[in-house]
């Protein structure tokens, strides 16, 4: 590390934390984007524009990522390393060493590594600490704006005298309580009688147990406690929660409990320290307390109490509040994330998305004229050959098939418009998702790859706003539309108002194919609501069969968007893609998620991506299993998007929302722990599995409309909006819809989403077929004995069967406990078809299969098998015995630009 003058301000960056409720085991915390951008990044590019130049980041778990990231970007940081994760009083010991050690006596300005702060706010922090001559200055809040952040508490003078964090409030307001009980109570007390006064203060048991320490355990194992006993374990606990208040020359003691009177500052994690005063604060860090480890707060602590021979304070203490909510933003969990993103989006416009991709603009390896393309794919060129191979793999009969594929579209272009033309062609694959059925709008995660079935677009660039839409299939018709004229017949106000008008429902009740076109380039001109969008020509081949389940109409979608953004170079990223897709296939009428759009955008040949949502996010790419093909059937059952169709997927997920506010209402405690399914989970909660099957039994297993209004009517704007949504595309609100198995199923399935991963890097690919057909199991809707003949499919989840689960939990049998993993348990969510179901038991006998289930939203479509190499002759023989045509796909690239 380079010597620096004193005067010099170091910054001093926490991010040794991976940051575990951001529920993401491959990304560090401080990497996430925020409008384009890693926070790491912001933050640091902040922190030079006011005038900071050297940098400390301390790092620990999944640095590299950190490393690579700052960097690349910002060569004069330097890193210091935190072995263990032992707080953020450890992790400053880490990077103070590094500036003690130089013999740095400057002013370090010491922040956490999620923060965000604006310029202004930080450069207030330097002027104050400046003028003040302030050994600590801290940057503070409003409580009303940050209720979880710790309270900074002051002396009679001003000075700062401690920070005490909610948990310590809390823990004090138990101890209060639990004396008043305690008091004048000669006989026992009842252990489940405290525990709840516990919960009311701290609901988490796991928190509540850090906390409470030897007193929770008594309250968790015991009947009953004596009021003596009580008492002497409410004595640690009193102490640890009382605060020493300077008040003039006198010292006073003060509950924790009574914090909140006293002040309306909090804590932002941000403080421009003297050397000197960090170095002493740190030397009396220790780590006695509940969690065992060491907080900077508590090296505050020991500098307000630190006093010289006379008995006066021996370091200066203050602070200087933010003028605006918005000046210091942080995050813990990915529903604050979007909050932030929301914030600084608005902040800062589409402009913070070209600091991380330019536009894809078109130029002379995209755009040429459709004579040339016809030259590079009838002619056995070398970059020709490797672009086909670097897309689909060397597979020298799937390029000649390819090959015919282009010719045709271009073709056909040649036919309607001229061969002359310069144009380029965008590729848009079909998805399987093997893992994560119907969870990516709940927040789960999905496990995905794309097919060499693939929709290709020719287009030209057009100098107005007309689409002039034509198909290699004679069977859709020619369509023309201008972007202008649509908008004209539409409510024409935010998106979701807009797909849910009567207006545009009524367009789009045709059910003809340019209205996934019309989904793309209208949901990309509401995003650019201020720069009017050109049209094109467009000519498309799709090889990906209709209503298969295999996401034709989303590989429609893509492509458009894709050639929309680049012949008017928008600058939108691929993840802001794939949610503007999401989106704009709301415009048909239905009410999904954005899973299909990843898979499609962002397939990589051979490999399953791993992504997630809420905010998105692709975690990894795995290997798909060595010697194992993916064979899909088709069910000959469309799964088109008809209106009862999309009735009925929009009351699976009503299903969903009700189980998820009904939930929240249910346990006040956890409300503000579940956004989303995917929350409903022991390690979100911190409970155990029989008390999480306990909370679902409190369910209703079917309700209707009616009954969820008056019932659990108690509903906030965020709730209403999505009932709201959700019921504009409902073709009945009197019939009654399911509810707790719809729920356990997507609770069941988040789960099966996060552990099919470990599967695939082991390639243990028959534990990943048997969450294959547990997850089927859910959807099923009838079964088949050894001879393939129907039989009913008998499942419900009613109160005996959860008590059973239940149970099992609770037995001492490792097998029973295993049987009632939430991961094994079906739910209910029947999307399947007699038809699919045939298809997975008949695939089931056959010696090589691992695993078989529906392959998309389901009412139709296809099924998936894994299969052996060796067996997917036998395979597709079996199934073709029972009347289905089967064939093995191989994942290629994901969809975007042909560039050769």
Known sequence: MVLVPQDTVFSMILAGGRGTRMRSDTKHKACFEVAGVPVILRALQVYEDCGIEHHVIVIGEL????????????????FAYQPQPLGTGNAARCGARVLEATGFDGRVFVVAGDRLLRPQALKRLIEHAEAADADLQLLVGDKADNPTSGRVVYQGNGQVAGIVETSEIGLSRVVADLRKQAEGRSGDLSCGSLLEIVHEHLPNPKKAAKACGELYSVLTTHDRVSSEQLSDLLDPLEKLTTLRLRDGSETVDVPASEVDERTDDVNLSSYLFRAEALYEGLRHLDRDNAQGEEYITDAIRALVESEDEDGRPRFSVTTVKIEHPDDALAFNTPEELAAVERTMRAEVGDQALELVENPRFLHERSLRTVKQWQQLFTEDLPETRQFMEQTYGALPQLHETKRQQYLDALQTYAKNHSADDKVFIVR???????????IDHRGGRVNVVAIDDEIILVASPRDDDVIDLRNCNRLFRPAKFSIHEEISHLDWGDWLNCVNSPKTLAMVSNGHWENYVKAAALRLQSRFKDRPLQGLNIVTHGSIPLGSGLSSSSAIV?????????????????NLLVDLCGEGEWFVGTRGGNGDHAAIKFGRRGLVAHIGFFPFEVYDFLPFFADHRLVVCNSGISARKSESARGEFNRRILGYVAGELILRQLYPAFAGSIHHLRDVSCSNLGMHLDELYGMVKRLPERITVAELLSHYGRLDSSDWHKLHNLLSGLDNEDEPFDVRGVTLFGMAECERSLRCTEHLRTGDADGFGALWYASHDGDRVVSHDTDLQQRPWEYEVSDRYLDGLIADIRSSDPDRVERAQLHRQPGMYRCSTPEMDLIVDAARSVPGVKGAQLAGAGLGGSAMILVEEDAVDPLIERLATQGFEARPYCPPEGAGMVIV
Not at 63 to 76: I, K, Y
Not at 558 to 574: D, H, I, Q, T
Request: hydrophobic share 40%.
């Open 558 to 574: 893509v492509a458009a968007a894709e050639a929309m953004v680049s012949r008017n170079g928008l600058p939108v990223r691929a």
């Open 63 to 78: 640095g590299e990522q950190v490393v690579e990231t700052a960097g690349s970007r910002f060569p004069d940081v330097t």
């Open 428 to 438: 848009s694959p079909g998805r399987i998702n093997l893992l994560g059925r119907h």
